[in-house]
């Protein structure tokens, strides 16, 4: 288990690695999203820069610092990627909640989203990167992202019973006998 990926670059290079093998014209799709963009990325406590050089991926630690990235940049934590890959959040959700966090401008942003969804969409399907997959979520464990869907889904019941009764109170909601 020594040779499995521990650092967010590793990840990056692993997946990316992954899909090229798999699933070239994905991999192409990535290649066209990102340009020769420098982007950085964070997940948890781990930084780093993606950039393709000449058609080849470079991922590079970024050392120390929590300030603010230049942009474009996306950060997250383990626990929304494992979501994400077990199916209990969709990329829109972890957006619009804040648990994935993109700056940059609007077509920067657009392009970061179009790629997150070329990778968990072949996520899905391949079974190389479903193994990749596999190995990343036996290094974090599912009970946290299990227990943040009930957190949700039951947030999510309590907004509807508040509007409910707001709205009945308002006398906006008739009641049905």
Not at 75 to 96: F, H, K, N, P, Q
């Amino acid at each position: 288990m020594s040779s499995d990926p521990r650092h967010l670059r590793d990840w990056i290079s692993a997946l990316y690695a992954t899909l090229e093998q798999a699933e070239p014209h994905n991999a192409e799709a990535i290649r066209k999203l990102a340009g020769s963009q420098i982007s950085r990325m964070v997940l948890d406590d781990d930084r780093v820069t993606v950039r393709f050089v000449d058609g080849v991926l470079h991922v590079r630690r970024m050392r120390g610092g929590t300030g603010q990235l230049k942009s474009p940049n996306g950060s997250t934590d383990r626990e929304t990627v494992t979501a994400l890959l077990l199916g209990y959040m969709e990329i829109s959700e972890a957006i619009s909640h804040d648990h994935i966090r993109l700056r940059g401008t609007a077509e920067e942003v657009m392009a970061i989203c179009a790629i997150i969804e070329v990778l968990v969409d072949a996520s899905t399907r391949v079974p190389a990167l479903q193994q990749l997959a596999d190995t990343f979520l036996r290094t974090v464990g599912q009970g946290t992202a299990r227990a943040g869907r009930r957190a949700r889904a039951l947030h999510a019941k309590a907004m509807v019973a508040k509007e409910r009764g707001f709205l009945t109170r308002e006398g906006l909601l008739r009641r049905v006998l």
